[in-house]
């Protein structure tokens, strides 16, 4: 009777390789877990930055909110065109709006968005409202996408 030929493989202690090793396994699924994350995250991001950016526009028109509204406590009613020029925001404040007015017409702080591109110069305004003296305030649309618009204003 022959003795079987000695396996070279398990004399030597290693052992045999069977298919993709250990590591590529591996490899391969932390780039899978990265490119789900890049295409679920690059719309997300540039939904985010539009509406950040036009979130500091309305935080400029939030202070001539505050002057309207410290006028009125001051006044017992709204300011009139000539006195809203002393309302008027000083131009560092102005980040990403392009101007800030208020119209004593509409009742309402007007703000013109500088930034993002695709919306540069479409208007949001902040409305008052008079009930039982206090001023109550509202945020509508004039002409930018919604979309956009903080929650507060949807």
């Known amino acids: 009777m022959a003795l079987p030929e000695p396996d070279e493989t398990v ?3 290693a052992k045999p390789r069977r298919g993709v090793s250990w590591w590529a396994k591996h490899v391969l699924i932390v780039f899978v877990v990265i490119v789900i994350a890049v295409a ?3 719309p997300a991001y540039q ?3 539009p509406r950040a950016l036009i979130n500091g526009a309305l935080m400029a028109g939030n202070e001539l ?8 406590e001051q006044h017992d009613r709204l300011p009139q065109p000539a006195e809203a020029a002393a309302l008027q925001l000083r131009p560092s404040v102005l980040k990403q709006a392009r101007s800030v007015v208020w119209d ?7 703000i013109t968005v500088d930034e993002p591109q695709s919306q540069a110069g479409k208007r949001v305004a902040l409305y008052a ?6 001023l109550f305030w509202t945020c509508r649309t004039i002409d930018l996408e919604v979309k956009y618009l903080p929650a507060t204003c949807r």
């Open 47 to 49: 939904g985010y930055r």
């Open 40 to 42: 679920l995250g690059i």
């Open 65 to 72: 909110k505050i002057g309207v509204a410290e006028f009125y």
């Open 129 to 134: 409202e008079e009930r039982d003296r206090t």
């Open 11 to 13: 004399a030597s202690g």
């Open 104 to 110: 004593s017409a509409g009742r309402s702080v007007i």
